[in-house]
């Protein structure tokens, strides 16, 4: 069983930033793609950023390209997500993913993911 553990959401200003990460637990994490998501009030959970499984290629949603970064450490099993020039827009709860692939292709499915964890919350105030 994989567990995924966010860390480091919070409250930032607008045109702040801030740097998430989740935590994997189990010997696997070097072998899977690895995903953000983020979900906002009444809104569905959409995909934020995905690396593959050694960091060679990522996606980003057009919302936060240019300001977002995703890698990963996978001597730690550790995931990270830097998030700058942060808008109100950005404020969600952030969901670190594994995905059932390996690596990340203008063909992916962001939706395929094995194991979720259960968030850290966002804060950007205006």
């Known amino acids: 069983q994989v567990q995924l553990v966010e860390s480091g959401g919070g409250l930032a200003q607008a045109g702040g930033s801030l740097r998430l990460s989740c935590a994997a637990s189990?010997?696997?994490?070097?072998?899977?793609?690895m995903g953000w998501f983020r979900q906002a009030p009444g809104k569905e959970r959409e995909i934020v950023a995905a690396i593959s499984k050694i960091g060679g290629n990522t996606y980003y949603a057009d919302s936060v390209k240019g300001r977002f970064t995703i890698s990963r450490d996978n001597a730690k099993n550790t995931l990270y997500l830097q998030m700058n020039s942060l808008k109100p827009e950005d404020a969600a709860v952030y969901y670190c993913a594994r995905y059932s692939f390996a690596y990340v292709t203008p063909s992916s499915d962001y939706a395929r993911v094995d194991y979720w964890g259960k968030g850290t919350l966002v804060t950007v105030s205006s």
């Open positions: 189990g010997r696997t994490f070097s072998a899977y793609a």
